[in-house]
């Protein structure tokens, strides 16, 4: 299954708490307004790990994996291959 | 003679031209770079009918700009006046109004935020930096109106250095923001104090982690320059990343470093630094709320080579006290937490008990400071200065001004001061200061609520704030529909993470709500 969904539906109603009502998209840009703090991160990390069976070690999260949901799930893939 | 912060700025441009004042990314500006477009950008605020005693918001994220606003503002002859970017609209205007600020300097990606501040009546005369139209009555000016400037010196203006440099809206406990104001030589002042205290030389590279409505964002704006340093400013996206964070502090060699202990706890768990060559830092600078012991061993134990300091003082002194920390294996066993250290040179430290008299040696206080790094009060709020000092009338019509920091301290028997917590609400999340009072009244505000209240609770990944509410009899809300109310009305980082509904709220013995109670309540 397209692990974007998942990725999405957990950022919209977990860490977002269906407070923003506009929808996300796949190649939208989660750090540059502010939408996901630094607790966000931390929760997404943990939800990935445990959603996908993956550890993420400390130096794969990084910007280049979690700016937009599209990269999360190329690295999820990759990993997950 | 060097009397404003802006002099500072200048001295150095004529030391080191060349040199790099401050970097972003791949991007820089040299001392002599900044020095000419601050001047371009006082030279158009001036046009702009910006002058001598004026304030100008600066709306920016983390960017070059940033420092560029700041003394093209101050150049101007006004104060510059940080506005969180993350703020809620409502929260802006309130500033804007509180504080009358004719102008703020933007970027383009503010547009939608500043148009719905600019749809408000009377608000604003123009904002610089954003290119689109945001109003028939607000001017806006793209960034490239500062080439119509030639830059060469700045507009004259006769300030002088107790007029105002910035100010610095911080939560208050009435609901409503107060301006801390500080002057050219409070702020200069702070730049020399701090600078002599961690020997800061033009060789040494700062990194900027504090966004700039962040009171520790001085240290690296303000006595970078009078120094002739170099600042990184740290993209926001790298303050989410440790691992990224930690790869910068390695590529820029950072020498000084200064941050809430949160970020440098996440440096330590999850920066992976034990891959990076971290050498050239030499002094680790942290301030804004206690660090744990055992996370502040491990990573002195990193970094072995460093130097660690506990900075502590209220934006409204910038800072007070200082403790160079002994390496761990120096520690004694019975050690509870960091010191505050000693009050640093050029200012004294008071411990005055619930008489405003001074309390018996090693009794408990609250500590007042008078030094010359303190603010000149709060923006127009007459009542709030009347409390906010403590004046001190050793003979006749000769009175010192302390500032009343509201933390409580004693003096251990090593004769190091050490902290005890808070006189009143206020409390500190990852290093912002939030007075728990202001949500409440938020909370309570809404009219299907009955009574509010807020407490913090501490996890591993960082403290956060919980709210506990009441409703009205027979009114119905969601928890998500208060939260949404909350978070359009306070900064950011103080709106709670959680909220709950009780019927009734635990009570102390004078019938106040309980927060120890809720805080150590099994929800």
């Given at each position: 299954?397209?692990?974007?969904?998942?990725?999405?539906?957990?950022?919209?109603?977990?860490l977002l708490g269906g407070a923003s009502?506009?929808?996300?998209?796949?190649?939208?840009?989660?750090?540059?307004?502010?939408?996901?703090?630094?607790?966000?991160?931390?929760?997404?990390?943990?939800?990935?790990?445990?959603?996908?069976?993956?550890?993420?070690?400390?130096?794969?999260?990084?910007?280049?994996?979690?700016?937009?949901?599209?990269?999360?799930?190329?690295?999820?893939e990759a990993r997950s291959a | 003679m060097h009397y404003l912060l802006h002099h500072a700025l200048d001295n150095a441009a004529l030391r080191f031209p060349e040199h790099d004042a401050m970097r972003f990314g791949s991007s820089r500006l040299t001392y002599a770079e900044l020095s000419q477009r601050s001047n371009q950008l006082a030279q158009l605020l001036h046009d702009q009918g910006i002058g001598h005693r004026d304030r100008v918001g600066v709306f920016l994220d983390k960017c070059l700009?940033?420092?560029?606003?700041?003394?093209?503002?101050?150049?101007?002859?006004?104060?510059?006046?940080?506005?969180?970017?993350?703020?809620?609209?409502?929260?802006?205007?309130?500033?804007?109004?509180d504080c009358g600020l004719k102008g703020i300097v933007s970027q383009d990606n503010k547009a939608g935020v500043l148009r719905d501040v600019a749809?408000?009546?009377?608000?604003?005369?123009?904002?610089?930096?954003?290119?689109?139209?945001?109003?028939?009555?607000?001017?806006?000016?793209?960034?490239?109106?500062?080439?119509?400037?030639?830059?060469?010196?700045?507009?004259?203006?006769p300030v002088i250095d107790q007029d105002l440099a910035y100010v610095m809206y911080t939560s208050g406990s009435t609901g409503a923001p107060k301006g801390i104001m500080h002057t050219h030589f409070s702020g200069l002042s702070y730049a020399r104090m701090s600078a002599a205290t961690y020997d800061v030389g033009h060789a040494d590279l700062l990194s900027n982690h504090s966004p700039l409505h962040f009171d520790m964002s001085t240290f690296d704006y303000l006595t970078g320059p009078l120094c002739g340093a170099?600042?990184?400013?740290?993209?926001?996206?790298?303050?989410?990343?440790?691992?990224?964070?930690?790869?910068?502090i390695e590529a820029e060699r950072m020498t000084i470093w200064y941050s809430v202990p949160f970020?440098?706890?996440?440096?330590?768990?999850?920066?992976?630094?034990?891959?990076?060559?971290?050498?050239?830092?030499?002094?680790?600078?942290?301030?804004g709320e206690p660090f744990?012991?055992?996370?502040?061993?491990?990573?002195?134990?990193?970094?072995?080579?460093?130097?660690?300091?506990?900075?502590?003082?209220?934006?409204?002194?910038?800072?007070?006290?200082?403790?160079?920390?002994?390496?761990?294996?120096?520690?004694?066993?019975?050690?509870?937490?960091?010191?505050?250290?000693?009050?640093?040179?050029?200012?004294?430290?008071?411990?005055?008990?619930?008489?405003?008299?001074?309390?018996?040696?090693?009794?408990?206080?609250?500590?007042?400071?008078?030094?010359?790094?303190?603010?000149r009060g709060y923006w127009a709020r007459p009542e709030l200065n009347q409390r906010a000092f403590f004046r001190r009338e050793l003979f006749p019509d000769y009175v010192d001004t302390f500032y009343r920091t509201g933390d409580l301290v004693r003096v251990g028997e090593n004769g190091l001061l050490e902290f005890f917590g808070r006189m009143d609400h206020q409390v500190k999340v990852r290093g912002y200061r939030v007075e728990l009072a202001e949500i409440d009244a938020v909370l309570t505000s809404h009219p299907a609520v009955e009574e509010g209240a807020t407490y913090v609770v501490t996890s591993t990944e960082g403290d956060r704030i919980d709210a506990a509410v009441s409703l009205r009899h027979g009114q119905r809300v969601e928890a998500a529909e208060l939260l949404a109310y909350v978070k359009a009305r306070v900064a950011q980082y103080a709106v709670p993470q959680r909220l709950r509904f009780v019927e009734a709220f635990p009570r102390t013995g004078t019938g106040k709500i309980d927060r120890k109670a809720l805080q150590q309540k099994e929800w």
């Open positions: 299954m397209d692990p974007r969904i998942a990725l999405k539906t957990f950022i919209e109603t977990e009502g506009a929808e996300l998209g796949y190649a939208e840009d989660l750090l540059l307004s502010g939408l996901v703090n630094s607790l966000g991160i931390m929760r997404l990390v943990s939800f990935t790990e445990q959603r996908f069976g993956l550890q993420i070690p400390p130096e794969d999260v990084i910007i280049d994996h979690f700016q937009t949901i599209d990269a999360l799930a190329r690295y999820v | 700009e940033t420092p560029l606003a700041i003394y093209g503002i101050m150049k101007a002859g006004a104060a510059y006046v940080p506005l969180d970017p993350r703020s809620p609209v409502s929260r802006l205007v309130s500033i804007i109004r749809a408000e009546q009377d608000i604003l005369e123009f904002v610089v930096g954003v290119s689109a139209g945001l109003s028939d009555r607000v001017r806006s000016l793209s960034w490239s109106a500062l080439d119509g400037f030639t830059g060469t010196s700045a507009p004259v203006v170099t600042t990184i400013i740290i993209p926001e996206a790298f303050t989410l990343f440790p691992a990224n964070l930690a790869q910068l970020a440098l706890i996440q440096l330590l768990l999850r920066g992976a630094i034990e891959q990076r060559d971290h050498s050239a830092l030499r002094w680790v600078l942290y301030g744990a012991l055992n996370h502040l061993r491990a990573l002195m134990e990193r970094w072995p080579h460093a130097r660690f300091s506990n900075v502590y003082g209220p934006a409204e002194v910038n800072q007070c006290t200082y403790y160079h920390i002994p390496p761990a294996s120096e520690w004694s066993s019975d050690m509870q937490s960091v010191p505050l250290g000693v009050v640093w040179d050029n200012a004294e430290g008071l411990i005055l008990d619930a008489n405003d008299r001074p309390a018996a040696p090693g009794e408990l206080g609250e500590l007042v400071v008078r030094t010359p790094t303190m603010m």
